[in-house]
């Protein structure tokens, strides 16, 4: 048994040895054609520095031959003009030479008048015997010398640093995260940055290898960035950042963890009416009352019972929320929610079909009857809306209502504020407030639903929006009341 121990580790480590040299041998190759690759950019960087130069060289020779020219065709110009003087005074020389032999005064006086008439406008006395341009070239000399000392210190281009993540200027708000960084140095020749970031139940990084991917934003210009729209299902987002230039990525920062966790729960197709067809966060009226979804709502569960999934924890509230409770039946088409509230402030959103004829959003407490109907016991409230004939919008508790005489939104934000008693129904688009309950809660409560004909669709995950934080904080008696509730027909 000894030996086949022996045996067996050295098989192992044989293995180990083999698949070790194939790693080196595959490294190898990968150097040869990496560098290969590298000699390749290389010569192409150079041969567009020549080329560079190349067209500079043209450029600069150009100029010089045009500033030649301008210079050669000056002085020309003057040369012309100065034999032409030179001509005009050689001739009138010429002339008051000979005049000098003329013996008749009175010629020699009128001979002398002419010569001196022409003296006085001979343009060699107008000329200006000095070049116009200089035949110096020196201001179009160059000096390289500067260059050629950067040209030497030319280095291969460093990989760029991890940047650090600035951890006190992140924030995280709305479902939205903004995250900010910075380089331990700077770096001008840095091109983009890569954000990664993936969901987590734990604080730290995920224990488990592979149980969360990577998303990856690319090409960021800036030293921030926000990632908006998110959908807060678990309690923890890892965040990391690398710097990219023309060389390659540089290493990632070290990750951060930042806390999202939001009210997460899905809908309870175990205990809701048989008229109505549940999904994960959709609900739909089955006006077939449930005849062929009992074997299909089995197979979802159970396929959904052997599915893990990361925001469902063992602490959870939602295996007391399931219980063991009774289907809602008769005219309570409700489903509600498979977790409960027991403490804090938390919000979801609700969104109605367009055909739905009649709908209730809100909470009850736990175990309630099976023929109970939200807003109709003390032990529920909610906004009822009826499309039916003509539209009525409501608050309902205690078999109480209040005609709300505002617009239905296309969506509706519920906030519950468990320790302070508080349940208000809000325009999720608008962020307007609708309707105000107020009430000391003194049992854990359960999301509720009622439809009929027609299909709701819920969205969890949602942190409280920071509008409805502020109206929250100055809100002061907006809204309506259990104690100003009508008695429901």
């Not at 407490?365 to 807003?375: A, E, H, S, V």
């Amino acid at each position: 048994e000894t030996l086949q121990r022996i045996v067996s580790t050295l098989v192992n480590k044989n293995d180990e040895i083999h698949n070790f040299i194939d790693v080196l041998n595959h490294k190898i190759t990968n150097v040869q054609v990496n560098s290969s690759n590298a000699i390749s950019e290389l010569d192409e960087e150079f041969d567009g520095l020549y080329a560079v130069l190349h067209e500079m060289k043209g450029s600069m020779a150009n100029t010089i031959q045009q500033e030649e020219a301008r210079k050669i065709q000056a002085l020309q110009d003057q040369l012309s003009q100065c034999s032409r003087a030179l001509e005009s005074s050689e001739e009138l020389l010429e002339l008051a030479v000979q005049s000098l032999d003329i013996k008749n005064p009175v010629e020699l006086l009128e001979a002398s008048r002419q010569i001196k008439d022409s003296v006085t406008v001979a343009s060699a006395f107008r000329l200006s015997l000095k070049p116009k341009v200089s035949d110096s070239m020196i201001h179009m000399m160059v000096d390289f010398a500067l260059e050629k000392r950067m040209l030497q210190a030319v280095k291969f281009l460093p990989v760029p640093k991890a940047p650090e993540i600035d951890v006190a200027a992140c924030l995280v708000a709305d479902n939205c995260i903004t995250i900010s960084w910075r380089m331990p140095e700077e770096d001008s020749r840095i091109d983009h940055f890569v954000l990664e970031y993936r969901k987590t139940n734990f604080d730290e990084l995920p224990r488990l290898k592979g149980e969360q991917r990577w998303e990856l934003v690319d090409y960021i210009k800036a030293t921030q960035y926000t990632l908006s729209g998110l959908r807060f299902d678990t309690k923890y987002m890892n965040l990391r950042v690398q710097a990219c230039n023309k060389a390659g990525a540089g290493e990632y920062s070290d990750p951060v963890t930042l806390e999202t966790k939001a009210f997460v729960f899905s809908l309870d197709s175990t205990s809701s009416h048989l008229n109505l067809k549940v999904e994960d966060t959709y609900v739909e009226w089955d006006p077939t009352g449930g005849k062929g979804q009992e074997k299909i709502k089995g197979k979802e569960n159970k396929n959904r019972s052997n599915t893990a999934s990361p925001e469902r924890t063992t602490n959870s509230p939602r295996a007391s929320a399931r219980g063991s409770r009774d289907r809602f039946a008769g005219e309570s088409y409700t489903v509600l929610g498979d977790t409960a509230v027991e403490s804090g402030q938390h919000y979801w959103e609700v969104r109605a079909q367009k055909d739905c004829k009649s709908y209730s959003v809100g909470v009850m407490y736990r175990n309630p009857g099976k023929f109970d109907q939200l807003g109709k016991t003390n032990s529920s409230w909610c906004i009822h809306i009826n499309n039916w004939l003509q539209t009525t919008f409501s608050a309902k508790h205690n078999n109480k209502a209040k005609t709300l005489d505002i617009p239905v939104p296309d969506r509706i934000g519920v906030y519950c504020d468990f320790d302070g008693g508080q349940l208000s129904f809000y325009n999720a688009s608008s962020k307007a407030l609708l309707h105000t309950f107020r009430t000391k809660f003194t049992q854990p409560l359960l999301p509720g639903f009622m439809i009929w004909c027609g299909g709701l669709t819920v969205t969890t995950g949602l942190q409280v929006p920071s509008a409805v934080k502020t109206l929250q904080n100055s809100e002061n008696g907006l809204g309506g009341t259990t104690s100003s509730l009508n008695n429901v027909a």
